[in-house]
């Protein structure tokens, strides 16, 4: 059960609730029928402890079984059920010993009217503390779940923001640009009108990178043009070294992705691999039929390790928890390295408190397993 920090939250909230039971309910049994304040006083202040704590213990366990904004109206439902029934029991058992030990002289004030009244009234009272105290905890922990989406928020613009650059960084550094134009000026050479096909797919290339600058979600159909674009690339400077293979269901292509994703791991399988003529480099994007993306690629290390920040992996996946979908699973064997991604529905619901999407993969009615 989640472990809370209001110690004097709980010495200040009784305080004032028993101050506050003393002066408008209990004053008049003190001055008119003439019973001991401390004796009032004791059991007022033993009943707003009790009742503070019975109503706490129930809003921790509802808490542990709805946390977070996407489930604050289950939330609050089943606090509005279970803290009645907490307070009814309270009620119950409060009315029932103060009348077995006749603490007020009960037979004298039940002379005007029947049982039933201390009942209602009873709970009526404990159920207006309760709801204070529900009112005050549930306040207090909407705020601190918004102003933690909140900084998750700012976490994912700001891994949004590196992975943008990161990518860009990875284009535009002069060991790129040499091996381009290396490429290029050999195109040229011996290929003028594939030296015009290598400027098109370059110019795809950065004009997808700032195209995307300001998108959250992206579809998987754009992220793979982007793809045969960068391929074409690589293809020009790794010839047969390197072997995309794309298996997506067509009734996937529409589903959602962050955008660069696909770069990223394509560009770190070709980073941390050896990549050559006898030893190609095999890269496969797929899909299966629960609406998962894969992208594996056969393992050959680089004899000489390649520095690495881990920045690529660690983006995508603080992407993914920031917008509530399943985890990212990242699987290495012996001789194949998988990054299993969830695709995200295009009719998923964006929440507005800044929480991220509600999960929701459903399978396209007119679904037909076939290969692309």
Same mark, same amino acid.
């Given at each position: ?34 019973? #001991? ?26 808490? &542990? ?31 029932? !010993? ?10 004298? *004030? ?29 306040? *207090? ?8 989406? !909140?900084?998750?928020? =700012? ?59 300001? &998108? ?37 292509? =529409? ?7 696909? @770069? ?14 006898? &030893? ?40 993914? &928890?920031?917008?509530? @979908? ?7 064997? =012996? ?10 529905? #295009?009719?998923?619901?964006?929440? #507005? !408190? ?9 399978? #396209? ?8």
């Amino acid at each position: 059960m989640e472990k809370l920090n209001d110690k004097w939250l709980r010495i200040g909230g009784i305080s004032i609730l028993n101050l506050f039971l003393n002066i408008f309910f209990y004053l008049d049994l003190v001055h008119v029928k003439h019973i #001991p304040f401390l004796k009032v006083f004791l059991l007022s202040t033993a009943y707003v402890i009790i009742s503070w704590e019975v109503t706490r213990f129930v809003i921790l366990l509802v808490r &542990k079984k709805f946390p977070g904004i996407l489930n604050t109206r289950k939330r609050i439902i089943n606090l509005g059920i279970y803290v009645t029934a907490a307070t009814l029991v309270i009620s119950l058992l409060k009315v029932e !010993f103060i009348s077995g030990v006749d603490f007020y002289n009960m037979g004298e *004030l039940h002379q005007d009217h029947p049982m039933i009244f201390e009942y209602l009234y009873s709970f009526g009272m404990n159920m207006f503390y309760a709801l204070i105290i529900t009112g005050i905890y549930e306040s *207090l922990y909407f705020f601190n779940q918004w102003r933690k989406s !909140f900084s998750e928020m =700012e976490q994912l613009r700001k891994a949004n923001l590196q992975s943008q650059f990161d990518s860009l960084k990875n284009q535009v550094n002069p060991h790129f640009l040499f091996n381009s134009l290396n490429s290029l000026s050999s195109l040229v050479e011996e290929d003028q009108e594939k030296a015009v096909q290598f400027i098109a797919e370059l110019s795809r290339v950065y004009r997808y990178l700032l195209q995307t600058n300001e &998108k959250e979600l992206t579809t998987l159909n754009a992220e793979l043009e982007f793809i045969e674009a960068y391929y074409f690339l690589l293809q020009t400077r790794f010839g047969s070294g390197v072997k995309l293979i794309v298996d997506i269901l067509p009734s996937f292509r =529409e589903f959602l992705i962050p955008p660069l994703t696909l @770069q990223i791991l394509v560009e770190n399988a070709v980073k941390h691999n050896v990549v050559s003529s006898n &030893k190609p480099l095999v890269i496969r994007i797929s899909s299966d039929a629960l609406g998962n993306l894969m992208v594996d690629n056969n393992l050959q290390k680089k004899t000489q390790s390649v520095p690495s920040s881990g920045m690529g992996l660690a983006n995508i996946t603080s992407k993914y &928890k920031w917008l509530n @979908q399943s985890e990212v699973i990242i699987r290495t064997t =012996e001789d194949n390295f998988q990054v299993k991604l969830p695709l995200i529905s #295009p009719q998923t619901p964006y929440d #507005p !408190f800044g929480a991220g999407l509600t999960l929701k993969r459903d399978i #396209p009615p007119n679904f037909h397993p076939q290969s692309t």
